[in-house]
């Protein structure tokens, strides 16, 4: 009767433990289907324009020696429309607390509407507009680098960062949500940490949640909002409020040992950003920025709020086991 019993009860134990492997291999082999790879750099996207040259070839960043103090990261898709403001915005500062330490690199993601010219035609401007004195900027400060096709706003932030020659390296979204001059308090925040060498500071807006421009948007967008938010204190980083604004800067260390590992090409990639950081023992510093809605925002809600959630929960369990690594052998392909 007893080992009826057992053998009954062992036929339950491995049919049980069978089942658990079996959901643990589909896990794996779902989370491996959908985890990201990040696009193969094509030749062309190795060369840059500015207002003066075609094509100069990018220098891979991988030195820990800057030649310059902060470079500017703009991933840009169809952004004909909202770069000016940005670029009128960000020049003149840039040009006044920096003088000739800093550098813009955009991104064209693959754009249709002529973005990269657009960006060109603005410098050859603004340079004409200086005539010859000093405050016209060296073509070589503002470099614009074409993807060949389209691969997220994550995967052309990962492209700038690998190119970059900075001190510190900032991205910024081209809409000019963020008032540009804040860049001064993120540089502040690195400079006076404890390890300045290594250290991120984003921007943030959670102390902008009860204001009018949050509380005026849509029921849906501050619905989806929170859900997200909720999904990402979930998944992962629980002590900062903003993960997702647009405005962060690195200091050079710290963007060389994130961007090169980097897989997320899309929205969520933020938070792979700050979970890499974190991995690595970089501490992260939340700054509190001015920010205003602008209209024309690529987020499609209904499909990317989706997308967002299924990429974070599936970067969760890439990094839970195993599959996206901490340090990738940089093969120069
Ligand atoms: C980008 O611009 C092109 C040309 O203006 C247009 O056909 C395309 O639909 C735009 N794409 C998006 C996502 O706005
Ligand atoms: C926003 O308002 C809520 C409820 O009125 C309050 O609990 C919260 O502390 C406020 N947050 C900020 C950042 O003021």
Not at 5 to 24: F, K, R
């Amino acid at each position: 009767m007893s080992s009826i019993l057992s053998i009954e009860m062992s036929t339950i134990l491995i049919t049980v433990i069978g089942v658990l492997g079996a959901i643990l291999c589909l896990v794996y082999l779902i989370v491996i289907i959908l985890a990201h790879t990040p696009r193969k750099i094509v030749s062309p996207e190795r060369t840059y324009k500015t207002c003066e040259c075609e094509s100069l070839p990018l220098i891979e960043s991988k030195s820990s020696n800057p030649s310059l103090m902060v470079s500017v990261i703009i991933p840009c898709y169809n952004e004909t429309e909202r770069l000016r403001i940005m670029l009128d915005e960000a020049v003149p500062h840039l040009e006044s607390q920096y003088a000739n330490d800093w550098e813009i690199l955009i991104v064209d993601d693959g754009s249709k509407d002529g973005t990269a010219q657009f960006a060109l035609d603005w410098v050859r401007n603004y340079n004409l507009q200086k005539g010859s004195s000093k405050s016209a900027i060296a073509a070589d400060r503002v470099r614009v680098c074409v993807l060949v096709k389209n691969r997220g706003k994550g995967g052309a932030v990962t492209h700038g960062m690998r190119f970059f020659r900075g001190q510190y390296a900032i991205f910024v979204d081209a809409d000019g949500a963020s008032r540009f001059s804040d860049l001064d308090k993120l540089l502040q925040a690195i400079k006076t940490s404890p390890n300045p060498e290594k250290a991120i500071a984003i921007g943030s807006r959670a102390h902008m949640v009860n204001t009018s421009a949050v509380v005026k948007r849509s029921m849906v967008r501050n619905f989806l909002m929170h859900g997200l938010h909720a999904l990402v204190y979930v998944f992962g980083i629980r002590d900062i409020a903003d993960t997702q604004c647009g405005f962060k800067l690195l200091s050079r260390k710290a963007a060389l040992e994130i961007f090169p590992n980097m897989r997320t090409e899309r929205w969520i990639f933020d938070v792979e950003v700050l979970i890499r950081g974190r991995r690595k023992g970089i501490p992260v510093l939340e700054v509190p920025i001015s920010w205003h809605e602008v209209g024309g925002s690529k987020l499609d809600l209904a499909t990317d709020s989706v997308l967002m959630a299924v990429d974070l929960v599936i970067m969760r369990l890439a990094f839970f086991l195993g599959i996206y690594k901490d340090n990738i052998k940089t093969k120069s392909d």
